[in-house]
């Protein structure tokens, strides 16, 4: 056997730990991880005490030679590790449920990833980001950065053209979410179900299902016509798709689109939340507790099932399907986020992009999609300017380029909303956004 692999995760203290460490065990054939190094923040030090604790049990109850080890200390982490996963959120939750919030008392969606959430969201993770790719430089250059922090494709962006690091992929549930869904209208095993897919993180389309190689699309929009037809996320309402529409697209949208083709109705939803039972980082924040109230409990010695009311479904599998991958250099096909290089012929060859991929040792090598159909192209383009300004905004600390940013997201009705949304919002994150505000610490 090879000496084995040293991984590094950042964000260890997350609840969705487990997942990954669960994925690790039952690949550890094909993935021999040697040192698995969980980290995080002193903000984070309990939770990161409390998964580890549980890590450690659940490789010991697997009997496998893994040192998992808990530090607060990256920079010692990081030293000779061969893939870096990042899975943190700055601000913890705290911070999400001040982006979903404040846009809508100005009538517009409060999300994560979306509109004025995801553009804050990502004002305060792109520095932080770029803060580990300039520790990977000095550290372990040879690494891999797999990155699932969101906002996934705002982050692979700003490290694809604001630094010197070329080694990183960006990781989303989304797509497998989209198999695992189909796999369940079809009624069949999902390793027979492929799709061919297209876009930008959290506006990916599937522009092509295959069952066992034969063409499946039209009988798959047929049945997401169903009100509920689950295809969706659990962070996300299932909201019906007006047939007649879904089958003009011909294509299979992600659970996200509906933000921005069902603004209204999404709205109004995320304001009924709101004001009954909390948006959806309040949701979680309660999940989290009873989450690590289980961890904490010394018997448990397995992924307690309740993990899969959060949206970050088969996360794990996507994470290490993709490390499993690049180490074995099996050169199989995944959706994840890279540079274009040409694969998608609407976007700039520089920019991140989420496509499949043939998966090799020396990274992602995109799948030639061509040019997206025509009426989802101008989205999809839109939404990567707004990225790009945004990640531009993050970097530079520029209060006209953040503006810039929220006016131009589809979301945002005006410049003047987008000032007043931004205003608000600057000053509701400013400890964490030290590029807007100078003397702010950066957690
Ligand atoms: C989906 C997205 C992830 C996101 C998650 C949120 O799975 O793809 O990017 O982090 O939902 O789930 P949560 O349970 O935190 O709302």
């Not at 797509?175 to 209208?185: H, Q, S």
């Not at 994150?429 to 807007?436: A, D, I």
Request: hydrophobic share 40%; net charge negative.
């Amino acid at each position: 056997m090879s000496k084995g692999l040293k991984i590094v995760t950042i964000g260890g203290g997350s609840s969705y730990t487990p997942e990954l460490i669960e994925g690790f065990i039952k690949r550890y054939e094909s993935l021999p991880i040697r040192e698995l190094w969980l980290v995080d923040i002193e903000a984070g030090k309990e939770k990161l005490e409390i998964v580890g604790d549980l890590a450690k049990r659940m490789v010991k109850k697997a009997g496998l030679p893994i040192e998992v080890h808990l530090t607060l200390d990256r920079r010692k982490a990081l030293r000779d590790a061969d893939f870096v996963t990042t899975q943190f959120r700055v601000g913890l939750l705290a911070a999400r449920a001040k982006d979903e919030r404040i846009p809508l008392k100005y009538d517009v969606i409060g999300q994560e990833t979306n509109g004025p959430g995801g553009l804050l969201k990502g004002l305060r993770t792109i520095p932080v980001i770029l803060g580990i790719v300039k520790d990977m430089e000095e550290l372990c250059p040879d690494a891999w950065l797999i990155n699932f922090t969101n906002p996934a494709g705002m982050v692979t962006e700003a490290v694809l053209r604001h630094s010197n690091w070329t080694k990183i992929v960006g990781l989303c549930n989304v797509p497998i979410g989209i198999r695992m869904g189909i796999a369940k209208l079809l009624e069949v095993e999902p390793e027979r179900v492929f799709v061919d897919f297209a876009g930008l993180n959290h506006m990916v389309f599937g522009l092509q299902v295959y069952l066992d190689g034969n063409d499946v699309t039209n009988e798959v929009i047929e049945k997401m016509c169903e009100p509920k037809s689950g295809m969706t996320m659990k962070n996300i309402a299932d909201i019906g798709w007006e047939p007649e529409f879904l089958k003009a697209l011909g294509a299979i949208p992600c659970p996200y689109h509906r933000y921005y083709y069902k603004t209204d109705q999404m709205l109004a939803n995320e304001k009924e939340d709101a004001a009954t039972n909390g948006t959806r980082a309040e949701v979680v924040q309660k999940l989290e507790e009873e989450l690590f109230e289980l961890y904490k409990d010394p018997d448990l010695e397995i992924k307690p099932p309740q993990l899969e009311k959060r949206g970050g479904a088969y996360y794990s599998d996507a994470a290490c399907s993709l490390i499993e991958s690049m180490y074995n250099d099996r050169r199989d096909i995944q959706p994840v986020n890279t540079i274009n290089n040409g694969a998608i012929a609407s976007i700039p060859n520089e920019s991140a992009v989420e496509v499949n991929c043939v998966i090799t040792k020396e990274g992602p090598k995109p799948v030639a999609v061509g040019d997206l159909p025509v009426a989802t192209r101008g989205l999809v383009q839109q939404i990567k300017s707004f990225e790009r300004v945004a990640a531009e905004a993050a970097v530079t600390g520029d209060y006209n380029t953040a503006l810039l940013a929220m006016t131009i997201n589809p979301l945002v009705p005006s410049d003047k909303v987008a000032k007043e949304i931004l205003d608000e919002m600057l000053e509701a994150h400013k400890e964490h956004l030290p590029q807007f505000f100078g003397d702010a610490v950066l957690a």
